[in-house]
């Protein structure tokens, strides 16, 4: 029987303060630098130096104004503002590293498809087949408003354009240039056969699309894809298109229901369950001892700020908590934000201080604090108990939490044989399921494949 290896995502996003807050005023912090090339260089070449399958960078359109009615707190601690554009930082990271893969976010609602495909398409010939897309949808009011809409577009309704979207890139990704499409033959001049690229027609309720795919195939075609959204309507859509599914349970029991639900919904779109890799967010203090990872922890307490977790959560839900005491009860009415994220805050009837105990480190993710046999310990503990796959390592001090879990905690992870001691070779599709460069065929994607339609 073979060992299931761990996987890893560094979780991390182009500004300063991400998942656990208040961080960037530690001394040790670089996230200030977030703005320069070295800052993600260095961390892409950090990252394949510990064998991480990925590095997943987050990002939102809009920012965080819903808690106290203002962004106030948001831009005293930074909380995802200022924010940059991800797309660039995938070349240079690229370029200095052979094997680490690149989940991107970006949100298809403000995205043309037709341009988009081309910019993904480059990004996979440039990285020679490591990159994902993180699709979202977006759930924040203030971006709708910034972009020109009255409001936010209605949770599942969204969910339903996604769909249409993705049925039109995979028209263009899949099915515009067959195999064999590309000759580059000097002697005949002919670099691509007129025969073999076709234009794609698309007419539906959101889109209307005719033209050629711009790019010619990259190693992946497709990327790898991403998602993370754990509402009924968002795991069916995972179900149909995602590769990998990232989730953050507040505990196992939560998590243990979320991956059995998705499982058998992507069993029902018939695919086969292990065709999604899960991911779970998490947060690791680890220091050679006991007493040092709580001597840490408790270093990283004292920059922490609790009250920008719950500006963060305040968006991530659409409830203003500044308006709740500490111990009153809040209205936990219908939103048009993250539906799972609302959910789960109403059935533990969170209160304000409830929440800020939960980010006493700044963030929302499950602190695992101790010794590497410890951390090591408790990994496999989530993996064996709840069944997921692989972790998101929110970063805590940059580039400080990454560098102890790679000196610590791998080798460990390693020794255990749960950890591979080297990255095999190919795509990152390849790496991550060992199945080759492209979609499989039960992927509602490969059904858009020239040899796969109708004539």
Known sequence: MTTKHILLNAFNMNCVGHINHGHWTHPRDTSDQYHTLRYWTELAQLLERGLFDGLFIADIVGVYDVYQGGV????????QLPVNDPVPLVSAMAAVTRHLGFGLTANLTYQAPY?????????????EGRVG??????????????MGLDEQIAHDERYDRADEYLEVLYKLWEGSWEDGAVRRDRQARVYADPSKVHKIRHAGRHYRVEGY??????PQRTPVLYQAGSS?????????????????????????????????QIAQAGRHPDDVKIFMGAAVVVAPTQ??????????????APEAGLAHFSASTGIDY???????????????AIESATRVAREHNWTRRDLLAQFSLGGRYPAIVGDPATVADALQDWVRDTGVDGFNLSRIVTPESYADFIDLVVPVLQDRGVYKTAYEAGTLRQKLFG????LPARHEGAHHRPLARPA
Not at 213 to 218: F, G, I, Q
């Open 72 to 79: 106030d707190v948001t831009l005293r601690e930074s909380v």
């Open 115 to 127: 341009l988009f495909a081309r910019t993904l398409s480059t990004l996979d010939h440039l990285s």
């Open 133 to 146: 897309w993180n699709i979202v949808t977006g759930y924040l009011d203030s971006a709708a408003r910034a």
């Open 213 to 218: 795919h711009l790019s010619e195939p990259s």
């Open 232 to 264: 009924g309507r968002g795991q069916r859509f995972a179900a149909r298109h995602a590769e990998c599914v990232f989730i953050s349970p507040p505990n196992k029991e939560v998590g243990r229901k979320i991956v059995r639900d998705l499982r058998e």
């Open 291 to 304: 007493a040092e990872a709580r001597d840490k922890h408790a270093e990283y307490l004292g920059h922490a």
């Open 322 to 336: 500044g308006r709740y005491g500490l111990d009153d009860p809040v209205g936990y009415g219908p939103t048009n």
């Open 435 to 438: 199945q080759g460069d492209r």
